[in-house]
């Protein structure tokens, strides 16, 4: 019988399903980081960054993201590749960084600064949502007191238009953007927003700082210099929202501070991750894990 491919030929095909290495495409600088396949199934994944996402970027793929299970796997590569490493991406996940310490020792760990971002976004986007809720809950109030007094329910218009409840989730975008990335209109929301809630923009100029620090700083005395300073404005705002940023950031501050060295970022993981999602939809989804993994390889690894 022919086939198309030589998917039954493949020499590792037997534990595609379970983890497939490619150490030939191991480089000094690395990213690790874990999706998923198919119905939620996770993998981990490690990439080299010099590849840029071509040929030859793929290193591991293992199944999971249990650590005690993925490093046997990876220290069966021969200790004269992974202790040419020098560099390695993550995000704060404890697991990738024991996967990381143990099977790459001489490698320096970065956090990424977007996940360590992101933590700061998120905080600002609880405490909109948080304003949110009160709002809805005023509005009810509000409603039910119209009906007992037997008079029409007339909500609030503020002056673009929006009603309180309105302008707290219509301004979720623009509180990721930068004020110089925003629309006339959001600038007019922003201005009502931050007039009838100015807790929330002390919150988005902290969250806008921190990645100002990350945009514009060079040189790792000055970041560690500028994130301390950053780490004590947080503690004194009080935010509850901020405090798993303030604690995240405390216990991966080294990591966090390496990024200034080489300004290197997972964005390489990231963007892979993408690539394999729309492998996927290519696919109209995954119905064999190692047929996918084998079509993937052929193209990446």
């Known amino acids: 019988m022919a086939f198309l491919s030589n998917f039954y030929e493949w020499d590792q095909k037997d534990h595609s399903a379970d983890w497939l290495l490619f150490p030939q495409n191991i480089g000094p600088y690395l990213s690790i980081d874990e999706t998923s396949l198919s119905q939620g199934e996770l993998y981990t994944i490690l990439t080299n960054k010099e590849a840029k996402g071509k040929k030859g970027a793929i290193v591991a793929i293992l199944k999971g993201v249990d650590a005690d299970k993925i490093i046997p796997v990876l220290s069966t590569i021969k200790e004269t590749k992974r202790f040419k490493v020098k560099e390695i991406t993550l995000d704060m996940s404890p697991t990738m960084a024991k996967i990381a310490r143990?099977?790459?020792?001489?490698?320096?760990?970065?956090?990424?600064?977007?996940?360590?971002?992101?933590?700061?976004?998120?905080?600002?986007?609880?405490?909109?949502?948080?304003?949110?809720?009160?709002?809805?809950?005023?509005?009810n109030k509000e409603i039910e007191l119209s009906r007992t007094t037997k008079k029409k329910y007339i909500p609030d218009i503020l002056e673009n238009g929006d009603t309180l409840k309105q302008l707290l989730a219509r301004s979720r975008y623009l509180l990721f953007k930068r004020e110089s990335k925003w629309t006339p209109s959001q600038h007019r929301r922003a201005e009502l927003l931050f007039r009838y809630y100015p807790s929330l923009e002390e919150a988005y100029r902290l969250a806008m700082k921190l990645g100002e620090i990350y945009h514009t700083v060079k040189d790792k005395g000055i970041g560690f210099t500028r994130l301390a300073k950053w780490y004590d404005e947080v503690e004194k705002s009080g935010f509850k929202s901020f405090g798993v940023v303030s604690r995240s950031i405390q216990n991966n501050y080294q990591n966090i501070l390496n990024f200034f060295d080489n300004r290197h970022t997972n964005a390489s993981a990231e963007s892979f991750n993408a690539k394999i999602k729309a492998f996927r939809s290519c696919f109209r989804g995954v119905r064999s894990i190692p047929f996918f993994l084998f079509r993937l390889t052929n193209i990446y690894a």
């Open 102 to 139: 143990k099977c790459f020792p001489k490698a320096t760990q970065v956090t990424d600064r977007f996940h360590v971002q992101q933590l700061a976004y998120d905080a600002v986007q609880e405490m909109r949502i948080a304003y949110r809720w009160e709002a809805i809950d005023l509005e």
